[in-house]
């Protein structure tokens, strides 16, 4: 298995900036065979979306909503994914979740961090 532990979530005014952290954790073969790891975020009554995603290799996917606010980086020495968010708005409220597949066909998720902008 895989652990996966999200934080840096909390209360920001709109227009401000957040960092999230996504540290994870497990077997040495089981860190080694994670290729993609994401965040997501779900919104009260809404379904979980797309935030970014990063690959190993460092290429990264954004969802259109947050293209040009949002950076996602990795460092794979730490096993660890950030999420700099910036020129946050009221929208960007949600938990937020981390996500992390393995190329053996893993799918693992954390607990969420809850990301408040006050408009």
């Known amino acids: 298995q895989v652990q996966l532990v999200e934080s840096g979530g909390g209360l920001v005014q709109a227009g401000g900036s957040l960092r999230l952290s996504c540290e994870a954790s497990?077997?040495?073969?089981?860190?080694?065979?994670?290729?993609?790891m994401g965040w997501y975020r779900q919104a009260p009554g809404n379904q979980r979306e797309l935030v970014a995603t990063i690959t190993r290799g460092l290429s990264t996917t954004y969802a259109d909503s947050v293209k040009g606010r949002f950076t996602i980086s990795r460092d794979n020495a730490k096993n660890t994914v950030y999420l700099q968010m910036s020129s946050l708005k009221a929208e960007d409220t949600a938990v937020y979740y981390c996500n992390a597949n393995s190329m053996y066909g893993g799918d693992y998720w954390g607990k969420g961090t809850l990301v408040t902008v006050s408009s």
């Open positions: 497990g077997s040495v073969f089981r860190i080694n065979s994670i290729s993609v």
